[in-house]
Structure formats: C-alpha cells, structure tokens
C-alpha cells in the first residue's frame, strides 16, 4: 500500500451512469482529500468518458458486459481483475449490476483490498414475483461476506437486509443520495398557459414510460395546454416513439436528446415526473425538487422515500394512468399552488438531498480502508 496515498476505484457499468451518479461526487472527493486520496472510476467506453477525462478524473475504462451469460460474466469479471491488479488498488467501490455481482465474486479470492457495496435499491420491488425474490435474497445470503461496507441509498433496503439477514449490522451503512443542491436554482418565471412536464429517464423497462403515455392520452381528452419532455437512452426509445404517434401525442409530447446540461433542462419544465416500478433514491426526482419544481412518482420503493407526498408532490398509483392524469391536471389548474409546492419542494432537497452529507461520510468510509490494510485485516 502507498504511504498516506489511498487510492480508490469506483466500478459502474456504462459511462453514462458513471458520469451520471459517480462522477461529481468523485471529482469533489479528490478536491477535498487531494494528498490523501485519490478515487477513479471504472466503466465502459462511451461519450462521457471524455466529458470525465476533461474534467481531471482518471477513468479506467474496461468492458463490463450487461449480459448474465456465464461467459460474459467471466470476461467481466477477468477485466475487472485486470483493473484492480494493474491500478493497485487500496479499496473498491462497486455499483449496481453486474460490478456488484462480478466484483463480489473476486473478493472471494482477493482479500487484500477492502470490498465496498452500493445497491442503488435491492431488485425486490412491489412486481417481484415470489421466485425470483427468493432467488435474490438466496445470492444476496451468498455473497454476505465479501464486503467491509454495504452503502444503502434506501432506509427500506435497510430493513429488508436485517428482516431477511442479509448483512450484519456493522456491515450497514445509510448513505442516502445527494446533489450539489447550488447547481440547480429556482426559476423566477410566472406561470404560462401551458404546463410543461419533464421526466428524466432511461428508455427500459422498468422506467414504465407506458403508464406516463398513458395517462397523457386520458390527459388530452380533457386539456391540450400541456407539454411533456422525455430524455433518456435505451433500447425501448424507438417503441416509446412510436406509441407517440399511434397515441395521436406527437404535439403534446417530445424526445429530447440526451444532455450533460440538467439544470437548464429542469429550468424549462414546471413538474418532474417518475413513473418507475422500483428505484433507489432517484435524482430525477431529487434534481427537479431542488430545482423548485414539485413531482409527481410512482408509490414505489425509492420514489416514496424522496418526497412528502402532498407537499413537495404527488404519489400516484402503479397501475393507474388515470389517477397519473388527475394528478397532472391538479398542477395544470392550479398554477399558484404548484409555484408554492416548488418552494417546499427545494427546501426539502437541500435539507435532506445535500451532496456534502453524502460526501462527509465517503470520505470517512475511505479513509478507514487504511488502518485495515496496515494491520492485515481481511474482508
């Protein structure tokens, strides 16, 4: 291990994500513990690993395959210990997917380095059919002790892990989410004729798009004075575009390319919407609220942790595309209200959503990685 030099590699899958969840706070980390620390990111090729690169950040890039296929995972698994081996690495921060899955795995046999944890929401939500729950907690069960650190973003996720015994209680940590809350100011716009909606989101399936295209169908019956703005990538962003055509939407409802410059694009909607089945505690949610936007989600795991429901939002119904619209209609009414519930709503993300408490307890979680290693200790 280097003298007084941490160095800490944090492993997503798609550079997307990388930049999208991992990037600010890791750069902001370096800046504050430069001398200490140094934390790079590991994830596959694509447009943000330059956005990164020219921001400073050393980004590894290394395939990790999306796929489950056995051989997939064991390639994924062999450039993830290519990474770690050439990069000596004093800790490991995985994410989500196939790093958490893979990378566990190695920390079966790599003892060295301190193994960290972040679920981003365990895949038991509300849909979850039995069998593929048991399954979950059966692996989750298996891999209990290849990580110092499991990081929940969820207090829900935390009571799962002890309902079902999936972690000890020293392995637990609460970390929660956060965003620069600065980056992202209210607006001072007086309300327009039309009402624009904005939902951030990848084009899979369990972004749900379906409901929001549907309750905008009972929504045009009854109003047209309002827009919706889909952003996001995916292999379901072809199929979302013609269900906007069949549906007749296609004045009312736009896809805009993905973009880098999120605050302006908050600037530019009145509500955030998410209609997901499950999340962790989501920044598309998080990031319009600081914005001084209200929101409306799913009542789902994670979404349902992020607001104050009639207060900084609504929850709607999974299965209700009907109740989705009366919500959207609620705000399209009733203008000085949603003004007035996108105040409380920014006032709850700077209190609850603030990136420097997420950054106060990272740092302490690398820091402490040291002594482990001086003495000898194993994960």
Known sequence: MKANHMKILEVCT???????????????????????MQVDILCSDGPEVTLM???????????????????QLARSAWNLHRAIRQGDY?????????????GRFLAFFNHKIVWIYQSHGYSIAENTSPLARKAY???????????????????????????????????????????DVEKFEPSHTSPSGITTFGMVARFEPIKNHALLLDAAEHLAKQTRDFKI???GQGHLQAEVQAAIQQKGLTDVI????????????????DVGVLTSFAEGIPRALIEPMAS????????????????????????????????????MLWFIQHPEQRQQMGKTARQHAIQHFSESRVLDILGEIYLSCRPLQLTGATV
């Open 137 to 179: 907690i059966l692996i989750e069960k298996l891999l209990k002790k290849t990580v110092r650190y499991s990081l929940f973003q969820l207090r829900e996720d935390m009571q799962l892990a002890q309902e079902h015994h999936l972690l000890d209680e020293t392995q637990m940590v609460f970390l929660g989410n956060g965003i």
């Open 53 to 71: 690169q020219e921001q400073g950040m050393n980004v590894v890039v290394e395939t990790l395959h999306r796929s489950l296929n056995p051989l």
């Open 14 to 36: 798609v550079s997307s994500s990388a930049y999208a969840l991992v990037f600010h706070r890791a750069h902001a980390l370096n800046q504050r513990h430069a001398g200490n």
């Open 254 to 269: 736009e896809i805009q390319a993905y973009r880098n410059d999120m605050p302006a694009f908050y600037q530019s909607i």
């Open 229 to 231: 703005k889909l952003i």
């Open 292 to 327: 001084g936007k209200p929101v409306i989600c799913t009542d789902v795991k994670g979404s349902r942790e992020a607001i104050i429901d009639q207060e900084t939002g609504f929850k709607t119904p999974i299965d209700s595309p009907q109740m989705l619209a009366d919500h």
């Open 90 to 102: 004093d800790a490991v921060h995985l994410h989500f997917g196939i790093p958490g899955l893979v």
